[in-house]
């Protein structure tokens, strides 16, 4: 085939719509799943939600009028990717149940082996994104009853009346922690590191504004620009960390109003600069945490004793379910084991803990290898999105190229990927992803922040959205006589 695309989430689908917007017709999706649709096929625990507005989060090709929420839920973003899908006629070009287990670049084409049997590819192009493989801490001992991860939440265990605890306090448990609270008979969160939690300007969307919205799509258009500026305002304080430092006395007076308790709003009140770790949004977070049946422990957790989590400030607490917010491997990203270069190195192989990629998106020693929401493309606070769409103005500027020049392979130039690299770890030392005072969230294992832009979004628009040939080492394509 032409282009095979691994992963059928919002990157995997935008991506085969963009092929299909260009005329490239001999493509497919591979979905390991059931379904498409990604982390918001795979996350249904009680009160997932976007943190980012409803007008910003989707494709600017296909606008939703109809969201019913200032911050969509799961289910709504889930049937709306599911209905771009169908609208742009791509779903039939997405095969589900079908995992690539094995890439290898032969020298002239991907050869992939699948669990539906080989493939052959010109291009290949991963959309896995990095919040798919939940992030589970190795904790000694045995726990006697049901623990599942957030991401893979357990919907056959009834949470009522039930003694839960949580452990981790990151996005995910912001939003299920209020969600079960009422529930539960008692909620034991274990903290490791406080969170700065900002209030959350989330509203019902009336009918009557949805009817202006199909009626004048230019309205939306307009909320979506404003929306988008008021993030990119926000931006500025990733850039400059005395800005954010500021804009964090909003989240003090947030805890303050809504804990009354001196020592819990101690312990909830994080020790870095606002920014320093994902941003997070919630009116509901406090005031759960400050109800008669929660229980808040300021450490990690240590080990399981049968029925009891041992935290690691000696605290133990007699719970009947373990829940894990513990987030996601953002970094260790499992597709880089299975994706081979002409010598049989992986992907993981050459990053050593470290991922690299020219803007992003290219990895030299990779050829015709495109990663889309790869390495050091977070902003922290805008839409995922964006970064997409500006990653497949550059994927399809590549592959037009590729098919109608008659090129046989685009790899990015080792120096020109190096420059990149080095750009980037320059900007970074000035933000707040490492001046905010935290070991950073965005921190590899060989503490380099691998995954963070250090400039505006508008220059990551630019920069990345532009495919130029230059930067790659072409061939052109053999001919037989």
């Given at each position: ?121 010109r ?9 798919h ?34 452990i ?8 299920f ?20 939690v ?72 994080p ?13 509901s ?47 260790d ?38 990663n ?34 008659g ?63 230059a ?11």
């Amino acid at each position: 085939m032409d282009v095979v695309v691994i992963g059928a989430g919002a990157s995997g689908i935008g991506a085969a719509i963009r092929l299909r917007q260009a005329g490239i017709t001999d493509f497919t999706v591979l979905e390991k799943a059931h379904a498409p649709g990604g982390t918001w096929r795979d996350n249904t625990y009680p009160g997932c939600a976007c943190d980012v507005p409803s007008a910003l989060y989707s494709y600017s090709f296909a606008p939703n009028p109809s969201w019913t929420r200032a911050f969509a839920g799961q289910r709504e973003i889930q049937a709306y990717l599911l209905d771009t899908a169908e609208r742009y006629g791509v779903l039939p070009r997405i095969r589900c149940g079908v995992e690539l287990l094995r890439a290898d670049w032969d020298g002239r084409r991907w050869l992939l082996e699948t669990t539906d049997g080989p493939l052959e590819a010109r291009v290949l192009i991963t959309a896995t994104g990095p919040w798919h493989e939940p992030l589970m801490p190795s904790i000694p001992g045995t726990f006697d009853g049901p623990m599942f991860h957030s991401s893979r939440w357990d919907h056959s265990v009834d949470l009522t009346g039930k003694r839960v605890a949580v452990i981790g306090s990151g996005a995910s448990a912001v939003q299920f922690v209020p969600a079960i609270q009422p529930d539960v008979s008692s909620l034991h969160l274990f903290q490791r590191t406080a969170q700065w939690v900002l209030p959350k300007p989330d509203h019902y969307v009336v009918e009557l504004e949805r009817r202006l919205f199909r009626r004048f799509p230019a309205a939306q258009r307009a909320l979506r620009t404003l929306e988008y500026l008021g993030m990119e305002a926000l931006g500025l304080g990733f850039r400059h960390p005395s800005i954010m430092r500021a804009v964090q006395q909003l989240g003090v007076l947030h805890l303050r109003r809504a804990v009354p308790s001196k020592s819990l709003r101690t312990a909830l009140t994080p020790s870095y600069t606002l920014g320093c770790k994902r941003l997070l949004m919630s009116n509901s977070y406090y005031p759960a945490l400050a109800q008669g049946n929660v229980t808040m422990h300021p450490a990690a957790v240590a080990g399981f004793d049968g029925r009891e989590v041992i935290g690691a400030d000696g605290s133990r607490a007699a719970v009947d379910v373990v829940v894990f917010g513990t987030g996601f491997r953002i970094l260790d990203l499992p597709i880089a084991t299975r994706v081979h270069d002409a010598d049989g190195r992986s992907l993981a192989d050459h990053w050593q803990g470290s991922p690299q990629a020219y803007l992003g998106t290219a990895v030299s020693g990779f050829p015709n290898l495109f990663n889309l929401l790869g390495p050091n493309l977070g902003t922290g606070h805008t839409s995922a999105f964006m970064i997409l769409e500006a990653q497949l103005d550059h994927v399809l500027g590549a592959v037009t190229a590729l098919l109608s020049q008659g090129w046989s392979s685009l790899d990015v130039r080792p120096e020109v990927q190096a420059a990149f690299v080095e750009s980037v770890q320059a900007a970074l030392p000035s933000t707040v992803y490492e001046k905010g005072g935290c070991a950073s969230y965005y921190h590899d294992v060989n503490g380099r922040n691998s995954f963070s832009w250090p400039w505006s979004s508008g220059r990551l628009r630019s920069r990345v959205g532009t495919f130029d040939p230059a930067a790659y080492e072409v061939s052109a394509l053999e001919v037989v006589r």
